[in-house]
């Protein structure tokens, strides 16, 4: 266990499988070598409705141009399951979506013609035995907005109250999530006591993907070891499956940062990440004392844009721009500890700099990791 690792929660653990999303990176040979897929190393074009928003920074890094396998873009939703609104911005309710969402299934919005904020006073929550996808797609004009009192999205496929569908929830395949064009803006998570961290988004179990979507202002707990995501918060996928995070924005500008005890914009544990052509900025962990927590602080402060904690998991960072975000303490950009020193970073064509404050850079600035742990940058810059 590393000096800076004290587990709160009885989490169930398991190894990450490592997953290599471009053929390039010429990684040294192991036993998952033949778990990676492989996929075409051309520049895909994506739809981007979020590329020039009336309010906000745009989705995604407008200079990201690395390649996004097929299982990583958005979701076809030509023939939804469900349709939010009949068309007016006042057909477009909290209790829509949340219904929608408890059925599952593609959901699209019917909204108008124009963007639409849609206020939720509870979290909308998926229920593990009504659809085995979910796909939640704003079509670049809706903002799902926590109005700083809830947090907007919920899945667990260990959590009774959603419905128990395997004998291993910690491992199963179903449900898949993504959410897509889609914008969640004033989350706060702070009141919540059991499944804490993850200001818009929490996750547990099956697959999460988020691709054209923008996290504005979202808020989690605020102090604390092993605890945060300001916007999402994520563990145990399928098989060991990484998230993908696509062409997406958390925070962007001054005054659209998110912020969380740890983990700024994202937190996990035993979690694998693939982000690419994304925008992580002005995001804050304000948690202060580390992990465990100094004598006399309440613990926290670590990751100001990305928290990974865990073992055997990989963080895999793509055409990705990484700036201005904020810590107390360790990994201004990106705080990774891999307690069993099986865990690896992956990092290309992506510019990591301007990040503020911490300590603990044995390799790269701004990174906190052990510097045992492995880390291939390749045609990027990291200051």
Known sequence: MSFFILKKRNLIKYIVLSVLIITVFNCSKGEDDNMVPEINNTVSEIDNPLENPENGPAAGNPNGNSPIPNEAKAEDVTNPDSVVGDGTPESCTCEAVVDAVANGGKITFNCGTNPVTIKMNKPAKVFNNANTEVVIDGG????????????????????????????????????????????????????????????????????????????????????????????????????????????????????????????????????????????????????????????????????????????TMRLTVLGSLIEKNEVNEYGSSIFFVSNDYTGDIVIDNSTIKNNIGGSWYPVYPSISMHQETPIQVTNSVIE
């Open 140 to 311: 670049g004009l809706v903002t799902l907005s926590g109005d700083g009192v809830t947090r907007i999205l919920y899945m667990n496929t260990c959590d009774s109250d959603q419905v128990w569908t395997t004998g291993h929830c910690q491992n199963q395949d179903h449900p898949n999530l993504t959410v897509q064009n889609i914008t969640f803006a004033d989350g706060n998570s702070i009141n919540e006591e059991e499944f804490d961290g993850g200001g818009a988004i929490w996750v547990r179990g099956g697959r999460f993907k988020i691709v054209n979507c923008r996290f504005f202002n979202n808020k989690s707990i605020d102090i604390g070891p092993d605890v945060g995501g300001g916007a999402v918060r994520v563990f145990s996928q399928y098989n060991k499956l990484p998230v993908y995070v696509v062409n997406s924005t958390f925070g962007g500008a001054e005054g659209y940062g998110n912020e969380g005890a740890n983990g700024g914009a994202i937190s996990s544990i035993d979690v694998s990440w693939t982000i690419i052509n994304s925008v992580f900025s002005y995001n804050k962990a304000i948690g202060n004392g580390g992990n465990p927590a100094r004598p006399n602080t309440p613990g926290g402060g670590s990751g100001g844009a990305i928290y990974n904690d865990g073992n």
